[in-house]
């Protein structure tokens, strides 16, 4: 980016150089966590300061217009990494809900749609021993509210992995 802006330096200015630094900050803050994306921001802001806001090759800046704008490029560029990476974990719990959505509706349909209670209980369990990656067991109370000696588990052959997806 520094090279691409010191290029194009002589046409544009170095508010231009700026914006393209800034752009490629948004383009990571779509694309990496939010350390990395702030560490870029920083980086940038100072790469800009040095080589592109007058006087070059330090970090002062005289001209209160260019303070103005350093600042406004640290809090585009730190919004926008906090606000992508936001995004990408609401991305991340939306997905969760939808797997333990569908998940739950398996369970459902497997212990409602059986005619045999016994079978709807091992279909119930393997859809939950496949979403859990675990194996589990229901404990079915008895009619008079005791529990009993035994739970129900699936049978041995819903252990085994299916093929096919």
């Known amino acids: ?9 002589p046409y544009t200015g170095y508010v231009f150089a700026g914006l393209v630094f800034l752009l490629a900050v948004i383009v990571a803050a779509v694309r990496l966590g939010r350390g990395p994306v702030l560490t870029m921001a920083a980086l940038s802001a100072f790469t800009w300061d040095y080589f592109f806001i007058p006087p070059r090759f330090t970090l002062h800046i005289n001209q209160p217009h260019d303070i103005v704008m350093f600042v406004m490029f640290f809090i585009v560029a730190f919004s926008m990494g906090h606000l992508t990476t936001r995004l990408r974990q609401r991305e991340q719990a939306e997905r969760r809900r939808q797997r333990q959505t569908a998940a739950l509706l398996r369970v459902t349909q497997s212990a ?6 016994d079978r709807g209980l091992e279909e119930a369990l393997r859809a939950i021993n496949e979403f859990l990656r675990a194996d589990t067991a229901v404990v079915v109370r008895n009619m008079d509210r005791s529990l009993p000696h035994a739970v129900h588990e699936p049978a041995p052959s819903s252990q085994a992995p299916k093929s096919g997806g």
């Open 1 to 9: 980016m520094a090279l691409l802006g010191w290029l194009l330096l």
């Open 112 to 117: 409602a749609l059986t005619a045999e209670p």
